[in-house]
Nanobody
């Protein structure tokens, strides 16, 4: 399985970006997908997750600002990010789990290369 993330870039505070991640393989629809981010000098942290049934999970620091969705026909997961803040800056990674539901980072088996998001004026 390979993952290709795209959509990162430079955006002003308060702006929006939409990230996309395309996965290879035929089992995408039954796999949980997550978006993680990593800022310089910080640990990788969960941004959003969606299971095979479409249930989503967000940490408090992005809740009501970020939305994860998936299009199984296109093997693609999206991350819509609104009201971006400078602290949202980092490399964003999509990840795929062999499980239908994943809660922890170690449950993700495949990782994309990351796309850089910079929120700055």
């Amino acid at each position: 399985v390979q993952l290709q993330a795209s959509g990162g870039g430079l955006v002003q505070p308060g702006g929006s970006l939409r990230l996309s991640c395309v996965a290879s393989g035929s089992r995408f629809s039954i796999m949980a997908v997550g978006w993680y981010r990593q800022a310089p000098g910080k640990q990788r942290e969960l941004v959003a997750a969606i299971d095979s049934g479409g249930s989503t999970n967000y940490p408090d620091y992005v809740k009501d600002r970020f939305t994860i969705s998936r299009d199984n026909a296109k093997n693609t997961v999206y991350l819509q990010m609104n009201s971006l803040k400078p602290e949202d800056t980092g490399v964003y990674f999509c990840a795929l789990s062999g499980r239908s539901h994943a809660r922890y980072v170690y449950e993700y088996d495949y990782w994309g290369q990351g796309t850089l998001v910079t929120v700055s004026s």
